[in-house]
């Protein structure tokens, strides 16, 4: 079986890396209740709008397979944060 890497969309063709991304709602278990909250305004609000984009709100899980060189890039920053102060070359060499 081949496999592409969803980061460079290369063949594959050492070891894949699965990157599992699950994002979710912070809850502590408790809900702090409104007494202002209009049921009805939100039911109005989310009518028509597909249970999965609601569900997004709170839940998303994403799976992607990765050569080893991306699964190196991405664990250096998985955030894609902007690196400051730090001399990043324009062209990674290849590994092999
Ligand atoms: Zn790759």
């Known amino acids: 079986m081949q496999f592409t890497c969803d980061?460079?969309?290369k063949v594959i063709k050492g070891?894949?890396?699965?990157?599992?991304i699950h994002i979710f709602a912070d809850f502590d278990g408790t809900i702090d209740v409104d007494e202002n909250i209009d049921i009805d305004?939100?039911?109005r609000k989310t009518d028509g709008i597909p249970s999965s984009i609601?569900?997004?709100?709170i839940h998303?899980?994403?799976?992607?397979?990765l050569c080893q060189r991306c699964k190196e890039i991405f664990s250096a920053n998985?955030?894609?944060k902007i690196l400051e102060n730090m001399d990043v070359p324009d062209k990674i060499p290849?590994?092999?």
């Open 7 to 9: 980061r460079c969309g």
């Open 78 to 80: 998985p955030l894609n």
């Open 41 to 43: 305004e939100i039911i």
């Open 94 to 96: 290849p590994t092999e």
């Open 60 to 65: 998303k899980e994403f799976t992607f397979s």
């Open 15 to 20: 070891q894949r890396y699965i990157v599992k």
């Open 54 to 57: 609601l569900e997004e709100e």
